[in-house]
């Protein structure tokens, strides 16, 4: 599977230079660092949440939150996977909020995940049908679950990385992952759709 990443440009300058640039308040570098990372950005917050009409909303909230806590960033090389980082948390605290609503009878169950419009028809028929198996069944797992194994299966993460990115110790990473991956053979080896516990 091909890994996606959000990687800086080579063109332009550095990260760290765009780091140091908005830090001091310039508005053109604040500018470029969205215009360098937004298509990422939204493409990553797609393939967590599906087409969902909050995406937008949340990646301008995770560039707002980027934007006003630079001075946080302690090594401005590593802006994109800070980026990442914050995509990973803000997308899991929505979906909590959402499950935590649902149960409440204050929102409506979401729509499920249609895998169609993830999964590219180009890609080769195993990739596709994995990936089928993945969007099906990541609506049965707790939320911690779902994005360890959409950063692993779907985002090409490492464990270290998808512990990162999610702000865990890498055994809760590990523990997560085998979790959802347990799932997943279960899913592969039985293609019938599974209930939402």
Not at 25 to 34: K, M, P, S, T
Request: with cysteine; aromatic share 4%; proline share 6%.
């Amino acid at each position: 599977m091909t890994r996606v990443q959000l990687v800086s440009s080579p063109q332009g300058p550095s990260d760290a230079a765009l780091v140091v640039a908005a830090r001091a308040g310039e508005q053109w570098a604040r500018e470029a660092i969205y215009r360098r990372y937004s298509g990422l950005a939204f493409g990553m917050a797609y393939r967590l949440l599906g087409r969902d009409h909050e995406i937008d909303d949340l990646v301008q909230e995770c560039f707002a939150q980027a934007l006003a806590n630079l001075h946080r960033l302690d090594d401005p090389q590593a802006l994109g996977a800070w980026l990442a980082a914050l995509i990973v948390r803000t997308t899991q605290k929505m979906l909590r909020r959402r499950a935590v609503a649902t149960r409440l009878g204050l929102r409506r169950p979401m729509d499920p995940l249609d895998a169609d419009q993830l999964v590219s028809p180009n890609a080769p028929t195993d990739v596709q049908a994995e990936l089928r198996a993945i969007y099906r069944i990541i609506e049965t797992l707790p939320t911690r679950a779902r994005i360890a194994l959409l950063l692993r299966r779907v985002e090409g993460m490492s464990q270290e990385e998808v512990a990162q990115a999610m702000g865990v110790s890498l055994s809760t990473a590990k523990r997560l992952l085998a979790d959802g991956e347990e799932r997943l053979r279960e899913a592969l080896r039985d293609p019938s759709p599974r209930s939402t516990p």
